[in-house]
């Protein structure tokens, strides 16, 4: 049988024995009125999310320590030392490292949101408990696959009875109102307002309160996950809709994922990845490792390598999150020799690495070991995001070195995946984070708690929702609405495990990428420095037009739905490479720029990462001439289309749009190449 370690039913029968005095019943839109209306609700209608409390703390902490700073300044001369005005900082750094060394956010108040918030998923677990009970579940609905069928076959069900008894009585009203008191308790603790994972809890709740009332609000745009017509009528029927929130409280019931962030981190189905990998020997250099992923069993070698570079802002397994959801799966199929880079999870030793070991000193190493194992292949490249932000400095880079020293490049083609290479506040997209870094960011402040320890993912989250309006909302409301779909709740488990799993980012390399990179846009105006072993090279401007030198074929994939790497900024593909240009997939081995209408994370849908394997593939099968460096670079006539193939003018439809022959106004700053210094 279903068991759940919890005495509440036991609890409420005790009550409600002998005690059975008729009262008039609880309509649903009573109960929803005793919820009554706290800042879980979102009275003002904020698009995102207000952590006020945290936000207050720390412009009291800034002002502070530029206080304390000031003092200390003023009274250096005379002797007096430092420590005296800012050793009130040391036990608040202390205390950040080992927050931060445990995976715990160093964030206070906002770790007194993560305990409000489970408070509040076990008390509507609880109140599902009391309600429901368990029957022997059919062999078909065995074989259904839905979520409410426990593991040992059994299903459960709302007890009828009991949403009677706490509706009409009044020992079970009175413990349905003290269980909505609680809830009220937890709201007015929360420390945030707007769109906040709390506010979709609420309407978790509002949705249970249906059930036991056994009829829906009787304002439908308050009916929690109800779908309305355009003219606001009902699309189901309410019997139907009940139906399905029944379901969806007992599929979340049966896997425990009521509390959304705890189910992530310890379901058995938040498992990550779909294909079985080993460390590359001799490749440690400190948390950062190479990962080789063996072909499987039938599939035959296609005689070439893939590199595969991943953000370091997140784990790697955005590559290979599950079966069906895995760019790795999906080229291994393809039969390539492939590596990854995993950055796993920076140690405090890291905090003084710079990006020109994340983006020079690794990647050198790692293809030096690739070419040892794989002297006669040429080698194709994808990356991620920032990942691919930072590898193409690094193949200009090393193009320049292969001038000197002699050699072929064996890199000829890479495939960029929402990698943003130019920032501005103007035509990139990026002033919402340029804003938010210019506003919120204190270099200083940074330095300060984080140098010892790297900055934890939880800060890199505050930014990363920052240009989301109320993606911590819109994730939670999501994970629910959809949990009354078989296997849906399981579905979504190694994504919502990837996104509450981040990582350390190291502390040097952090305020280089938001200075060089976001701030400064270095790498567009050709100032982005990196190391070499050629006196001539090392610490100077890299040269990004030898990527045009070398014909280096370029694929840009973008989302016009991606507010982290926006369209405006991933233009690798039609600023540099093999042709000037962009054109449309006609003529082998030029660059293409692929945008569709898809988000960042696009990789989690099954429909749109077999689409975008689709055109990688087709891309990757048109492989560029070798590049020989000092060979004077020719401008080679346009090719030609195959015979019988005509070209076709990409649909208007933005989420099918391929992007042909750039007509759109490019940045200004695109107009100036960098020049080699």
Same mark, same amino acid.
């Given at each position: 049988?279903?068991?759940?370690?919890?005495?509440?039913? #036991?609890?409420?029968? =005790?009550?409600?024995?002998?005690?059975?005095?008729?009262?008039?019943?609880?309509? %649903?839109?009573?109960?929803?009125?005793?919820?009554?209306?706290?800042?879980?609700?979102?009275?003002?209608?904020? /698009?995102?999310?207000?952590?006020?409390?945290?936000?207050?703390?720390?412009?009291?902490?800034?002002?502070?320590?530029?206080?304390?700073?000031?003092?200390? #300044?003023?009274?250096?001369?005379?002797?007096?030392?430092?420590?005296?005005?800012?050793?009130?900082? /040391?036990?608040?750094? /202390?205390?950040?490292?080992?927050?931060?060394?445990?995976?715990?956010? +160093?964030?206070?108040?906002?770790?007194?949101?993560?305990?409000?918030?489970?408070?509040?998923?076990?008390?509507?677990?609880?109140?599902?408990?009391?309600?429901?009970? *368990?029957?022997?579940?059919?062999?078909?609905?065995?074989?259904?696959?839905?979520?409410?069928?426990?593991?040992?076959?059994?299903?459960?069900?709302?007890?009828? @009875?009991?949403?009677?008894?706490?509706?009409?009585?009044?020992?079970?009203?009175?413990?349905?109102?003290?269980?909505?008191?609680?809830?009220?308790?937890?709201?007015?603790?929360?420390?945030?307002?707007?769109?906040? !994972?709390?506010?979709?809890?609420?309407?978790?709740?509002?949705?249970?309160?249906?059930?036991?009332?056994? &009829? +829906?609000?009787?304002?439908?745009?308050?009916?929690?996950?109800?779908?309305?017509?355009?003219?606001?009528?009902?699309?189901?029927?309410?019997?139907?809709?009940?139906?399905?929130?029944?379901?969806?409280?007992?599929?979340?019931?049966?896997?425990?994922?009521?509390?959304?962030?705890?189910? %992530?981190?310890?379901?058995?189905?938040?498992?990550?990845?779909?294909?079985?990998?080993?460390?590359?020997?001799?490749?440690?250099?400190?948390?950062?490792?190479?990962?080789?992923?063996?072909?499987?069993?039938?599939?035959?070698?296609?005689?070439?390598?893939?590199?595969?570079?991943?953000?370091?802002?997140?784990?790697?397994?955005?590559?290979? $999150?599950?079966?069906?959801?895995?760019?790795?799966?999906?080229?291994?199929?393809?039969?390539?020799?492939?590596?990854?880079?995993?950055?796993?999870?920076?140690? +405090?030793?890291?905090?003084?690495?710079?990006?020109?070991?994340?983006?020079?000193?690794?990647?050198? /190493?790692?293809?030096?070991?690739?070419?040892?194992?794989?002297?006669?292949?040429?080698?194709?490249?994808?990356?991620?995001?920032?990942?691919?932000?930072?590898?193409?400095?690094?193949? %200009?880079?090393?193009?320049?070195?292969?001038?000197?020293?002699?050699?072929?490049?064996?890199?000829?083609?890479?495939?960029?995946?929402?990698?943003?290479?130019?920032?501005?506040?103007?035509?990139?997209?990026?002033?919402?984070?340029?804003?938010?870094?210019? &506003?919120?960011?204190? +270099?200083?402040?940074?330095?300060?708690?984080?140098?010892?320890?790297?900055?934890?993912?939880? =800060?890199?989250?505050?930014?990363?929702? @920052?240009?989301?309006?109320?993606?911590?909302?819109?994730?939670?409301?999501?994970?629910?609405?959809?949990?009354?779909?078989?296997?849906?709740?399981?579905? @979504?488990?190694?994504?919502?495990?990837?996104?509450?799993?981040?990582?350390?980012?190291?502390?040097?390399?952090?305020?280089?990428?938001?200075?060089?990179?976001? $701030?400064?846009?270095?790498?567009?105006?050709?100032?982005?420095?990196?190391?070499?072993?050629?006196?001539?090279?090392?610490?100077?401007?890299?040269?990004?037009?030898?990527?045009?030198?070398?014909?280096?074929?370029?694929?840009?994939?973008?989302?016009? !739905?991606?507010?982290?790497?926006?369209?405006?900024?991933?233009?690798?593909?039609?600023?540099?490479? !093999?042709?000037?240009?962009?054109?449309?997939? =006609?003529?082998?081995?030029?660059?293409?720029?692929?945008?569709? #209408?898809?988000?960042?994370?696009?990789?989690?849908?099954? !429909?749109?990462?077999?689409?975008?394997?689709?055109?990688?593939?087709?891309?990757?099968?048109? *492989?560029?001439?070798?590049?020989?460096?000092?060979?004077?670079?020719? =401008?080679?006539?346009?090719?030609?289309?195959?015979?019988?193939?005509?070209?076709?003018?990409?649909?208007?439809?933005?989420?099918?749009?391929?992007?042909?022959?750039?007509?759109?106004?490019?940045?200004?700053?695109?107009?100036?190449?960098?020049?080699?210094?």
């Amino acid at each position: 049988m279903f068991t759940m370690n919890d005495e509440l039913p #036991n609890v409420l029968s =005790t009550m409600l024995k002998g005690i059975a005095t008729p009262v008039p019943r609880f309509t %649903a839109d009573q109960l929803d009125s005793f919820l009554t209306v706290t800042p879980a609700d979102n009275v003002s209608r904020l /698009k995102d999310t207000n952590h006020w409390l945290s936000n207050y703390n720390g412009q009291i902490l800034k002002g502070m320590m530029s206080f304390s700073h000031q003092q200390s #300044n003023f009274f250096a001369p005379f002797g007096v030392p430092s420590e005296l005005f800012t050793g009130w900082l /040391k036990p608040l750094v /202390k205390a950040t490292h080992e927050a931060v060394a445990s995976g715990r956010d +160093p964030d206070p108040v906002a770790t007194d949101n993560i305990r409000i918030e489970s408070a509040y998923a076990a008390r509507i677990k609880r109140l599902v408990i009391a309600l429901t009970k *368990e029957v022997k579940a059919t062999e078909e609905e065995i074989a259904s696959g839905r979520d409410d069928v426990t593991r040992k076959g059994y299903k459960l069900v709302f007890d009828r @009875a009991a949403c009677d008894r706490v509706c009409e009585q009044a020992a079970g009203q009175a413990w349905l109102l003290s269980s909505l008191a609680a809830f009220q308790r937890l709201e007015w603790q929360y420390h945030s307002f707007g769109q906040t !994972r709390l506010r979709a809890m609420k309407k978790l709740l509002r949705s249970l309160l249906q059930v036991i009332a056994g &009829e +829906p609000l009787s304002d439908l745009k308050r009916n929690p996950y109800r779908k309305l017509t355009p003219e606001g009528e009902k699309v189901q029927e309410d019997d139907k809709y009940l139906a399905d929130c029944e379901l969806r409280l007992l599929a979340l019931l049966a896997r425990d994922a009521f509390d959304v962030r705890r189910f %992530a981190l310890e379901s058995p189905a938040s498992f990550l990845g779909a294909c079985e990998w080993e460390e590359v020997p001799g490749s440690a250099l400190y948390s950062v490792k190479l990962r080789h992923y063996p072909l499987p069993k039938g599939v035959k070698p296609n005689g070439k390598t893939l590199y595969m570079v991943s953000p370091m802002i997140n784990r790697c397994e955005i590559f290979d $999150l599950a079966p069906g959801k895995s760019v790795v799966e999906g080229m291994l199929q393809q039969g390539y020799d492939l590596y990854m880079v995993d950055y796993g999870n920076p140690e +405090p030793d890291q905090a003084n690495l710079g990006l020109s070991f994340y983006g020079k000193t690794v990647h050198d /190493k790692y293809l030096e070991m690739i070419i040892e194992r794989h002297p006669k292949q040429s080698i194709d490249v994808m990356s991620y995001c920032m990942g691919g932000t930072l590898f193409m400095p690094y193949l %200009a880079r090393r193009i320049e070195e292969l001038n000197i020293e002699g050699g072929e490049l064996q890199i000829r083609q890479v495939v960029l995946m929402t990698a943003p290479i130019f920032f501005d506040d103007e035509a990139s997209g990026h002033k919402p984070m340029r804003d938010v870094i210019r &506003e919120h960011y204190s +270099p200083e402040v940074m330095k300060t708690f984080y140098a010892g320890s790297n900055v934890p993912p939880q =800060t890199i989250e505050v930014g990363m929702h @920052a240009i989301q309006p109320g993606v911590a909302f819109s994730v939670a409301e999501g994970f629910y609405a959809r949990a009354n779909f078989p296997g849906a709740i399981d579905d @979504a488990a190694p994504f919502m495990h990837w996104l509450n799993s981040g990582t350390r980012f190291p502390a040097r390399a952090h305020r280089e990428w938001i200075q060089k990179i976001f $701030l400064d846009n270095e790498i567009w105006e050709g100032k982005y420095a990196l190391p070499s072993k050629y006196p001539e090279l090392d610490g100077k401007p890299v040269n990004m037009d030898m990527l045009n030198l070398a014909d280096v074929a370029l694929f840009d994939y973008r989302g016009l !739905r991606d507010p982290i790497a926006p369209v405006g900024s991933c233009l690798t593909s039609e600023r540099w490479g !093999r042709k000037e240009g962009n054109l449309q997939m =006609t003529c082998g081995g030029l660059n293409r720029t692929i945008e569709k #209408n898809v988000g960042h994370i696009f990789v989690v849908s099954k !429909r749109l990462l077999a689409e975008f394997l689709e055109l990688v593939t087709d891309f990757l099968q048109d *492989e560029p001439p070798v590049y020989i460096p000092n060979k004077k670079p020719g =401008t080679p006539d346009p090719c030609p289309p195959p015979e019988g193939r005509v070209e076709e003018k990409p649909a208007a439809s933005a989420a099918t749009s391929t992007k042909a022959n750039q007509t759109k106004p490019k940045p200004t700053a695109s107009k100036k190449k960098p020049s080699a210094k």
